[in-house]
């Protein structure tokens, strides 16, 4: 058994890169960019208008004139135009190219329009109302970075730059295991000795987030099964995430199978609850990662969070950051374990504060289904005192 | 124009009902509960062992045996048992039934097995390590309600109560128009006064976080051409989402076809930057709702978050709820607007702390990449001093 900062660092220290792949533009939601992002063209691509009102040359106001004849109208999409002499005006739109001769902009507000005819109501600066080209952005700088998140602010930079299609770091594929005799589908009426598989739907729901689809697998609890089965799952697998078969159980057949077939053992038991018998291991030349999970929804579900999607931000070239909570109550530390506790969360004046959550235990469910995420409470002997600050985990 | 708070306010008192639908479980996620959920069993449905060891009746104890004779092995899966003789024990496995007539189970690590027999190394206590039958929740207890966001451990229990298909609420469908005959589409090279679209994938991208996939359409600035796509639009969509053609330009037709189209103006302008000429609708018989931003990538998405976001929780029936931050530096605020300042946000001791992004103006959709989210600075004119808390919105 090993301290659960231990286990935390050998798995973010056994990460897979399993390079890149181009994926269309709208399939690339979640995804992490494998490529800088260049400008290809000057942003904004032309001298653009900002307001709606008139264009006009300075050296008019200069001048004295105040009174400008209007040649047409200029609105965004239109091909830049020319104004014929300083004595004249455009009405423009916003969005729409500055004309050649002109150099300033007065929006409707400050004008009077009559008869062909729009007289400005106050001095403009020369200038002014003009988002000059190439000043958000010049052609070929870099917009974006390798190993940004795609978000939806960033899919429109995407989109500007005419990126169709774009490079990503590729997801591992990953094969959800499910094992116990116990266990039945969830459209079948269980016998009073069994009960529905819930494990491995709420793995795969909490995978829809970070973009990957699993293959379901059910492994009866039996030794030469689950090796084949386990050892045809890795064909076409690169991470398998298992649920149950890993306590100390007569039973429990997945460490032996993993060892078999030349998964190394990184570590198996973790002084933490829940998911104290949590097994972790790799196979470095073939590219496999094992997360075996204890077979109680709650350790799976909190292993999940705390170690899984770590691994996966780690292996992706992305930081972990840590998030933090304020525990508004006590807390008695655990002497000799690390305890993931349930709580909700609400926002109060910036801060995030958690309350804990009174579970029935690892194996409820329920409570789970309520909780915002865990927050992180160290071993210890003394109780902890109210608004002290933990790590938090946020549930997916 | 009207200030924020009113129009905030407007917007979540025309929200839709749209009823409900019946979704498969794996389609489930991130929809909203239309049904409450009820335990069709006793959960745990039997008295179940929570460690791997040997059952024995407590009686046996009471009368001084601390020796017994190894029956069989019970697991996870097996029907119920019965101990034939309280000299008897059987192994017992985590997950597995407490057999009829034994009441006690001792854990692997206090016993010493031999020959067929195992004895105990400390004296236990009557009904130790059983998960007793309804001791989480009882057959019939509402376990989930009405109302409740599906998230990866709520699937959990829907799976284990067999819910292979679950009552939420209809989202609604929703499209996306941009216009604007500047744009073109992302796989064409713009001519130098052309741009290509970004603010419809955008928004496209955002949805697909609510679980919406919009139809995107694109009208050219044609007071006809508008009506009448808006028109057809209409027919099979309860949401029309546009971006630009709301200013006071002379080629911003969407409010007067709006208007033509009987869609009742509930406002046009919003004291606010970005997003000023927002122009929000209703057609409360036909139960359609018209969000017309502008045709700036920042503006659009701003107002997304500030408005869509929270009108749609609340039109499912959800809570808005405020998420803030604090700010590390001074702000200057508007006189007389609202803003929606770009920030980064980073977790510190449980609080939310943010930083301006120094953008170029509304249009500059590489700034708003690097956001986290927007705060919301009210109007005012004072300066407002270092860590004030604000607030926050996050960013999609």
């Not at 400008?39 to 040359?57: E, L, M």
């Amino acid at each position: 058994m090993i301290p659960f900062e231990n286990a935390f660092d050998q798995v973010l220290q056994n990460t897979l890169d399993l390079g890149d792949e181009t994926v269309t533009l709208l399939n690339s939601t979640g995804r992490i960019l494998s490529e800088d992002i260049k400008a290809d063209r000057d942003f904004p691509p032309f001298n653009r208008s900002t307001k709606d009102g008139i264009v006009i040359a300075f050296s008019a106001i200069e001048k004295g004139i105040s009174s400008f004849k209007i040649e047409g109208v200029l609105s965004a999409g239109m091909p830049q135009k020319s104004l014929s002499t300083d004595i004249n005006c455009f009405e423009i739109m916003t969005g729409a190219v500055l004309p050649k001769k002109a150099d300033t902009i007065i929006m409707y507000e400050q004008t009077e329009i009559q008869d062909g005819c729009a007289t400005i109501t106050s001095i403009p600066k020369k200038g002014q109302n003009i988002h000059s080209q190439g000043t958000d952005e010049q052609k070929g700088a870099i917009l974006l970075k390798k190993g940004t998140e795609i978000t939806a602010a960033v899919i429109g930079v995407l989109a500007s730059v005419g990126k169709k299609e774009v490079l990503v770091k590729k997801l591992p594929k990953i094969c959800v295991v499910s094992t116990g005799n116990e266990l039945v589908e969830i459209h079948e009426t269980p016998l009073p000795h069994q009960i529905r598989k819930s494990n491995s739907l709420s793995l795969a729901a909490a995978l829809e987030k970070v973009k990957i689809t699993p293959t379901l697998l059910h492994i009866a609890d039996d030794k030469n099964a689950i090796e084949k089965e386990l050892e045809k799952a890795f064909l076409t697998h690169d991470i398998m995430m298992l649920s149950g078969g890993v306590s100390k159980g007569k039973f429990d057949f997945i460490p032996g199978a993993l060892t078999n077939l030349e998964i190394k053992k990184i570590f198996h038991r973790v002084a933490q609850r829940p998911g104290k018998p949590f097994w972790f291991g790799i196979q470095k030349e073939k590219k496999k990662v094992v997360f075996s999970f204890p077979g109680n929804p709650v350790s799976t579900f909190a292993n999940y969070h705390v170690y899984f999607l770590p691994w996966l931000k780690r292996s992706l070239g992305l930081k972990v950051e840590k998030q933090s909570a304020i525990l508004e109550e006590t807390i008695q530390p655990h002497p000799s374990l690390t305890l993931f506790v349930q709580v909700t969360t609400q926002w109060k004046d910036g801060k995030l504060i958690a309350k804990t959550i009174k579970g029935n235990g690892s194996g409820d469910l329920v409570s789970l289904a309520l909780a915002d995420g865990f927050i992180r409470v160290p071993q210890g002997g003394e109780e902890i005192a109210q608004n002290t600050v933990f790590d938090f985990i946020a549930a997916s």
